[in-house]
């Protein structure tokens, strides 16, 4: 979740003049969604047909929550033909809500993706199809018709390896038994600059989790430690971010992770087993570090999690699951906010949230999109009957008890307090590291109290880890440095 509006990177073509709209209909605007035949499949593709809206010049971010932010559209395609097309107008699914009618005449660049990976849920992922940016003029008074030919495809191509950063795809047995088709684990791996000089030396190995979705490639952007092999797993999955944690949806991510992955890694890349293993990460890696930590104590020697995403459901973001009757207004009947600023202004709410996940999800399925929310919601419910993930909330937010409570095994709080007399002595020695700041943008600073008032009371032995709440810091704006969590692993590595 550490970056909510990432953008999507998507070539613009700087168009002379502007696009000429068809005859325009009887007020309104229409955009006309077709395929190139050249990027017809064979079946032909199913999936989510996406257009959407830019300042001229700019390229539509279609992931983007926070305001200002200009109108998205959503429909299915089932299927995609060449001889078919789709159109998307005011009654179609669209974020924020009721906004097309509401956009301002003037000049914009739109574009439309057609989303079909069932693999990666984004809409740049690999396969899907899409056309470049065009500019064009928009009055919805005025009315008009827009068409929007689909006539690339974003490459499935593996980067290229560096002396020092190796991506890899590991086939997993685990996971392709599961989804029932050929699934690779996507890691990048980041190595010392001396790794080819020093066959002999051996190193500590480090699970580097990014933010919400970022992805393996992200190991470009990490600097190589002397000490350290690191790891990046992908945040990328069937249902959004898979958390790398076993899940009823995305199947057994942390089995494939401690069985076949990091085994292969360290084998490949001479590191030195269970005590030279760490994890870290913020927000989502954060979450994740942590989760990872506790579900797996022996398979790693300590873990230094980052304003973590919530560690306990009795404030999922503010949502208390357990006792609140509705994710999008709080008990005192106004709506629930999602984001703030440092200062406390509301900048979205869980409902303005719920709404672009609509637009991106099949069927205008929230749980569907990929995004945040759907994330979660994919890795901590059930699976459902149709195969897909049981929503936790209902259409209009009413909380599903039921499916509530199945989300308690991935309550961390919970977790701790009921495994405690196992989990602690494995535990012991300060392997548990937390920060978080008071004035998180996400209020993940709500769970992480509750967190830490717990962990007072557990004894036999007492916790000793470390949970460090930071007056007047928003989300990354504190913790740990770099510097300071390599040290502290290497003192760990180096002492045991």
């Given amino acids: 979740m550490l970056v909510r509006a990432a953008?999507?990177?998507?070539?613009?073509?700087?168009?002379?003049?502007?696009?000429?709209?068809?005859?325009?209909?009887?007020?309104?605007?229409?955009?006309v969604v077709k395929l190139d035949p050249r990027q017809v499949g064979d079946p032909p593709a199913e999936g989510r047909v996406l257009v959407g809206i830019a300042k001229a010049g700019q390229t539509p971010d279609f992931t983007n929550y926070r305001p200002p932010v200009l109108p998205i559209l959503g429909a299915d395609a089932d299927p995609f033909a060449a001889d078919t097309a789709v159109t998307l107008d005011a009654a179609s699914d669209q974020f924020p809500a009721d906004s097309l009618a509401k956009l301002p005449?003037?000049?914009?660049?739109?574009?439309?993706?057609?989303?079909?990976?069932?693999?990666?849920?984004?809409p740049n992922a690999p396969g899907n199809r899409y056309g470049d940016p065009v500019k064009v003029k928009l009055d919805p008074a005025a009315g008009a018709t827009v068409t929007l030919t689909l006539d690339k495809a974003f490459p499935d191509k593996k980067p290229d390896d560096t002396p020092t950063v190796k991506f890899l795809h590991l086939p997993s047995k685990l996971l392709s038994e599961f989804h029932g088709r050929p699934m690779v684990y996507r890691i990048g791996v980041v190595l010392p600059k001396d790794f080819e000089r020093e066959p002999d030396k051996r190193y500590g190995l480090i699970l580097a989790v990014g933010g919400f979705g970022t992805r393996y490639t992200a190991a470009r952007r990490l600097p190589p430690d002397g000490r350290f092999v690191q790891v990046i797993p992908d945040g990328a999955g069937p249902w959004g971010d898979p958390y790398q944690v076993d899940s009823a949806n995305n199947g057994p991510y942390g089995q494939a992770l401690t069985t076949e992955v990091i085994p292969y890694i360290e084998k490949t890349f001479r590191c030195g087993g269970p005590k030279a293993r760490f994890t870290c990460g913020a927000s989502t890696g954060g979450w994740v570090s942590l989760a990872l930590q506790l579900f797996y104590p022996d398979f790693f020697n300590g873990c230094w999690s980052q304003c973590p995403d919530s560690v306990t459901f009795e404030r999922y973001e503010l949502v208390d699951l357990y006792a609140d009757a509705n994710a999008f207004v709080n008990r005192h009947g106004f709506e629930r906010p999602s984001t703030r600023t440092l200062d406390g202004d509301v900048i979205s709410t869980v409902r303005h949230e719920v709404q672009l996940e609509k637009v991106l999800g099949r069927r205008g399925r929230w749980e569907l999109s990929g995004r945040d929310w759907a994330s979660w919601n994919a890795v901590y419910s059930p699976r459902g009957k149709n195969g897909q993930p049981q929503p936790v909330w209902f259409a209009d937010g009413r909380i599903d008890k039921q499916v509530a409570a199945d989300w308690k095994k991935y309550d961390l709080k919970l977790f701790l307090e009921k495994n405690w007399p196992t989990l602690g002595p494995k535990l012991a020695g300060g392997k548990v590291n937390i920060w978080v700041g008071d004035a998180d943008d996400y209020y993940l600073n709500a769970a992480v109290h509750r967190l830490k008032a717990s962990a007072a009371k557990l004894k036999d032995p007492p916790f000793d880890g470390r949970i460090l709440i930071e007056m007047r810091k928003g989300h990354t704006d504190g913790g740990w440095t770099r510097q300071e969590m390599l040290d502290a692993m290497a003192t760990r590595m180096g002492r045991e």
């Fill in 7 to 31: 953008v999507l990177a998507l070539p613009f073509a700087a168009l002379a003049g502007l696009a000429s709209p068809a005859q325009p209909p009887a007020g309104g605007l229409r955009f």
């Fill in 105 to 122: 005449a003037g000049e914009y660049s739109v574009q439309a993706v057609f989303a079909t990976n069932r693999d990666i849920d984004l």
